[in-house]
């Protein structure tokens, strides 16, 4: 049996937390906490989901680096602040406010883990 595809979750707010664990394993993908945004830390994950509140005032380095492994970021942030939001998306991730985020993962990680996902 194939080892269900491993999605890196960076969200240090427990609260945030419980909900994306649970739409990762409804998805069929295995959750591998992350404490740090390296791409090393991420090895092998087809997808990545970052708070922008846990990479500073410029999330723009540590998501250009993750995307350039290859996986999928998804990423959230306050809606009050636009220009970091906008810079994520500008670095490569797929970038929500956090009060729409939890609603539209699931659909986010179907494209991401669905079954036509080529690895």
């Known amino acids: ?57 410029d999330p723009a380095p540590a998501i250009t680096a993750l995307a350039a492994t290859g996986a999928a970021v998804l990423a959230f942030g306050p809606h009050v602040q636009g220009e970091r939001l906008a810079a994520a998306r500008a670095a490569g991730a797929v970038v929500l406010p956090r009060s729409v985020f939890l609603q539209r993962l699931p659909e986010l990680l179907a494209a991401v883990l669905g079954p036509g996902r080529e690895g």
């Open 1 to 57: 049996m194939a080892e269900n595809p491993r999605v890196g979750v960076l969200v240090p707010n427990l609260f945030l937390r419980v909900g994306v664990d649970a739409a990762v394993q409804a998805g069929g993908g295995q959750v591998l906490g992350l404490s740090d945004p390296a791409p090393a830390a991420t090895a092998g994950c087809v997808a990545v989901i970052v708070d922008l509140d846990a990479l500073g005032p």
